[in-house]
C-alpha cells in the first residue's frame, strides 16, 4: 500500500510554515534591507542539498503570558549540519523574525543537542547570532537554557573548532557565548554586542555613550578586542568562515588539512633582503616578510585591527598550514605590552590545541615601558605569553630577524622557552638590552672621561655581544641564515618536525596567570 497522499500533503505544508520563521512579509523585509535570513546563513554556509536539519517541528512548550496559543516554528533556532569543501560541519543560525529570535528552554536544548552531536561526532561548530535575549515569558527556563549552552561551549573547547558569527544583536548574557568560542566575526551595521547598553550604562553610572561605542564591530574590533574579524556584510562573514575552516581540523585528534603533496622548493628569494633596512632603528613592515614566506603570499591575518603591534594569523609554507606571529616594527616599535601578550597567548594555545605548527618571528626590543602597562598588569599579561609557548607541545620554529632584547627575546620563544628549531638572519640582535642601554652601563666612566668613543664602543659592543653569532656559538640557535634562504630553510623545518610527538606530566592543566 502506498503512503497516503494526505499525510505526505501535510508534513509539506507543516515544513513550508517552519521554513517562513515569522512569515514571508518579514523574511521579504530583512532581504529588501541587504539582510541574509537565519535559513539564507545556512543555505550560503552549506553545500547545496547536504543540510540535514535537527528539531525542525521543536516547539515551546511555554503556556504563561499568552505563550500558549502562540506558534513559533522551528522554536526561533534552525540548527544542523552540513558540507563546507566536504567537509562535515554543524551550525545553528537564530531566526530573528521568530520572536526576535529570543532563547527559550526548548530553542536552548536545540543548541545543546547540536553541540553533543558535533563533539561525538567530531567536527567543528558554527554559529550564527542574532538574537534579543532571552525569552522574558520563559523566566527562569532562559537563564537555565543559557547555562546549558555555556556549559557546552566549554566542554567543547579545545575538542572541535568553534566559531561565532555575530549578525545582529547579541546583548547581555547571550554575549557570552560567542565569546567562549575560538573565533568571532561579526558583521558591521546590523550587528550589535554588549553587556550593558547605553541607556544602562548612563542609568548606573551617569556616563552618557553611544551604540557605535558600546558595541559595534569596529569598537570590539579595535578597542576591546573581543572579536577577531569584521564583516562587511552577512556574505562576506560566511566567507570568512569558509576561509577559517580551511586551516583548521575538524577536532582536535586530527591534522590540519596540510596539502603534503606540494612540491618542495628549495630556491632562494632574493627579494627578501631588499626589505631589510640597512639600518637597525628603521622599521621593518614584518607583513612583507610574511607575504614572502608563505604560499602565493596569502596570510589570513587575525585581529588584525587590534595590538597591531604583534601580528598573529594562518597561512601555508609549502603546503603545511602554519600559525604564525610576528612582532611589528612599524607600531610600537615592536614592543609587547598587555594588549599584544594577550593576542599571542592566546593565538598560540589555539595552535597547539588543534596541532597547528608555530612559526615566531622576532623583532622585537624589550616589553613596552610605562606606568599605566606596570599598573595595568604587564607581568601577569606577559607571563601569559611565557605559559602559552612553554606549554606548547606542537613544532616550534623561531626566526630572529633582526633584535631579541631582554625578556622579551625569551617571551617571542627562544631555545630556552621550548623552540625545537631557532634560525637568526645576520641581522639579528640577541643580547639582554640594546648596545646603546648596554654601554651606557657598563662603560659609564670611559663614556664620561671622553664621549667622543662613545659610538665607537657601542659598535664594538653589538659586533662581539648582540650580533647571533656569540648565541650560535652558544649553542643557543640553531643556524644563521641568509633572509633570501628564509622561506626554503622554513619549509624543511616545517615538514621535519610534523612527526614531532611530545608528552608531559600527567595533570589537569596548568595554571596559567589570567
Given at each position: 500500500m502506498a503512503i497516503p497522499k494526505e499525510l505526505l500533503e501535510d508534513l509539506q505544508n507543516r515544513r513550508a510554515t517552519i521554513k517562513a520563521g515569522g512569515g514571508e512579509d518579514k523574511l521579504a523585509a530583512r532581504r529588501k534591507k541587504g539582510l541574509f535570513t537565519a535559513r539564507d546563513r545556512l543555505d550560503t554556509l552549506f553545500q547545496k542539498g547536504t543540510f540535514?536539519?535537527?528539531?525542525m517541528h521543536a516547539e515551546h512548550t511555554?503556556?504563561?503570558f499568552g505563550m500558549g496559543k502562540k506558534h513559533l516554528p522551528a522554536d526561533g533556532v534552525i540548527t544542523g549540519t552540513g558540507y563546507v569543501d566536504g567537509r562535515p560541519i554543524a551550525a545553528f543560525s537564530q531566526d530573528f523574525t521568530v520572536a526576535g529570535g529570543s532563547l527559550g528552554r526548548i530553542h536552548a536544548r536545540k543548541i545543546v543537542d547540536l553541540m553533543d552531536y558535533a563533539q561525538q561526532s567530531g567536527m567543528p561548530v558554527v554559529s550564527f547570532n542574532d538574537s534579543g535575549g532571552a525569552r522574558i515569558q520563559e523566566g527562569v527556563d532562559s537563564l537555565s537554557g543559557y547555562g546549558q549552552v555555556f556549559f557546552k561551549n566549554v566542554y567543547l573547547s579545545g575538542v572541535v573548532p568553534q566559531i561565532a558569527v555575530i549578525a545582529g544583536p547579541c546583548a547581555g548574557g547571550a554575549a557570552y557565548s560567542p565569546a567562549l568560542t575560538d573565533f568571532l566575526i561579526m558583521v558591521k551595521g546590523n550587528a550589535n554586542m554588549f553587556i550593558c547598553g547605553p541607556d544602562v550604562i548612563q542609568a548606573a553610572t551617569g556616563q552618557k555613550c553611544t551604540m557605535e561605542e558600546v558595541g559595534s564591530a569596529i569598537a570590539h574590533a579595535t578597542i576591546s578586542g573581543n572579536i577577531h574579524f569584521v564583516a562587511e556584510n552577512d556574505t562576506?562573514?560566511?566567507?570568512?568562515?569558509?576561509?577559517?575552516?580551511?586551516?583548521?581540523?575538524?577536532?582536535?585528534?586530527?591534522?590540519?588539512p596540510h596539502r603534503l603533496d606540494t612540491p618542495l622548493s628549495l630556491e632562494t628569494d632574493p627579494?627578501?633582503?631588499d626589505i631589510v633596512p640597512a639600518n637597525s632603528r628603521d622599521p621593518l613592515d614584518v607583513l612583507q616578510v610574511i607575504r614572502r614566506i608563505v604560499d602565493d603570499g596569502d596570510f589570513f591575518e587575525v585581529q588584525a585591527d587590534w595590538a597591531k603591534n604583534m601580528v598573529v594569523g594562518f597561512a601555508r609554507v609549502q603546503g603545511v598550514v602554519t600559525g604564525i606571529i610576528a612582532n611589528q616594527p612599524k607600531v610600537k616599535a615592536g614592543a609587547i605590552d598587555i594588549d599584544a601578550s594577550d593576542k599571542g597567548a592566546r593565538f598560540i594555545r589555539f595552535c597547539n590545541i588543534f596541532n597547528i605548527p608555530i612559526v615566531t618571528l622576532v623583532d622585537v626590543p624589550g616589553f613596552?615601558?610605562?606606568?599605566?602597562?606596570?599598573?595595568?598588569?604587564i607581568i601577569r599579561h606577559g607571563a601569559k605569553l611565557l605559559f602559552a609557548y612553554g606549554a606548547a607541545t606542537v613544532p616550534k620554529i623561531t626566526i630572529i630577524l633582526r633584535k631579541a632584547y631582554g625578556g622579551a627575546y625569551l617571551a617571542m620563544c627562544s631555545q630556552d622557552m621550548g623552540a625545537d628549531l631557532v634560525y637568526a638572519w645576520p641581522t639579528a640582535e640577541i643580547a639582554v638590552m640594546g648596545a646603546e642601554g648596554a654601554v651606557k652601563i657598563l662603560y659609564k666612566r670611559e663614556i664620561e672621561k671622553d664621549p667622543a668613543h662613545q659610538d665607537e664602543i657601542i659598535a664594538e659592543y653589538r659586533r662581539k655581544f648582540a650580533s647571533p653569532y656569540q648565541a650560535a656559538g652558544m649553542a643557543m640557535i640553531t643556524d644563521v641564515i641568509d633572509p633570501a634562504e628564509t622561506r626554503s630553510v622554513l619549509a624543511l623545518a616545517l615538514r621535519n618536525t610534523l612527526s614531532k610527538r611530545e608528552t608531559r606530566p600527567p595533570k589537569k592543566h596548568g595554571n596559567i596567570p589570567l
Open positions: 540535514l536539519e535537527m528539531g511555554c503556556h504563561n562576506h562573514a560566511i566567507e570568512l568562515v569558509k576561509k577559517l575552516l580551511s586551516f583548521l581540523p575538524s577536532n582536535n585528534i586530527m591534522d590540519p627579494g627578501m633582503n613596552l615601558p610605562g606606568l599605566q602597562q606596570e599598573r595595568g598588569g
